[in-house]
């Protein structure tokens, strides 16, 4: 990420690479690199973010140079639909398509303590899905988080549903949704979506489209997405989605084909 007094985050290299790729079938390497340069990346880190990426098996690269291409693997495709869920039921809670149901699900590793590695990644993904701890190996989350997880941390955990929760004599849902994830920081996260939002648009529709997926993605990150019920009325992370919905679905209109390939609203 780079700025400068003023001036726009630059997208990360990942960002625009996973912005030009369709789920399904190739996209050229001059299309990856065009869109990098005019959001002002240079080739390089692009260029090593995609070695990266291929060495974790998330794509598949044919050919060198602008001349080539790119198309993800299944393990790519798993991952990135992994992400596009957590924006979906972002906008599930948006636009009032998603109530909560008023559960808690609990999530306990079970991984063997000789299994440390696995046990404490499994911790790390929880986290990273939007759990939180309530003790010792044991997680909570209003949302069922499995359809976030892989196989491999599915079958280290047991799982429960629970209508009251109780966590060191909290149990009122708002402020039991304070302690475990405090609003402060998810709020602050989202000033980068602010500011791209408030900003004069770029003047190439294409780069505008980048800079809002980026934006959102930092903003989303660390956000563990709780339904509206359980944060502040008003909520400005709410607020501010509803504004990128919105611009993206217009940039969208105004490309036709040569919008990116960002299917994050599931239409």
């Not at 079958?155 to 549903?161: E, I, P, W």
């Amino acid at each position: 990420m780079t700025t400068g007094a003023g001036d726009a985050v630059t997208p990360s290299p990942r960002t625009v690479i996973e912005a030009t790729l369709p789920l399904r079938g190739e996209v050229g390497l001059d299309l990856v690199y065009g869109t990098a340069n005019a959001v002002g990346l240079q080739d390089q880190p692009v260029r090593l973010a995609i070695r990266r990426m291929v060495a974790a098996g998330e794509l598949v690269q044919d050919g060198r140079g602008r001349g080539g291409s790119l198309r993800l693997t299944a393990a790519g495709r798993e991952r990135i639909d992994r992400d596009r869920l957590a924006l979906r039921l972002a906008r599930a809670h948006d636009v009032g398509a998603a109530p909560w149901d008023g559960a808690w699900r609990l999530l306990a590793v079970s991984a063997e303590e000789s299994a440390r590695s696995v046990r404490d990644a499994l911790r790390r993904d929880l986290v990273a899905a939007g759990a939180a701890a309530v003790s010792t190996g044991l997680y909570a989350s209003p949302h069922d988080l499995t359809p976030l997880l892989d196989a491999t941390d599915r079958r280290h955990l047991v799982l429960a549903t629970a209508g009251h929760l109780d966590v060191r004599g909290t149990t009122e849902p708002l402020a039991l949704a304070e302690r475990l994830w405090p609003a402060a920081p998810v709020d602050r996260a989202y000033d980068v979506l602010a500011d791209v939002l408030d900003r004069p648009p770029a003047q190439d529709p294409l780069v505008q489209q980048v800079r809002l997926a980026d934006a959102l993605e930092r903003a989303v990150r660390g956000d563990p997405l709780l339904p509206l019920e359980l944060r502040p009325d008003p909520w400005r992370p709410a607020q501010l989605r509803r504004r990128w919905y919105a611009a993206w679905a217009s940039l969208a209109d105004r490309l036709g084909e040569r919008a990116l390939h960002r299917d994050w609203l599931g239409t």
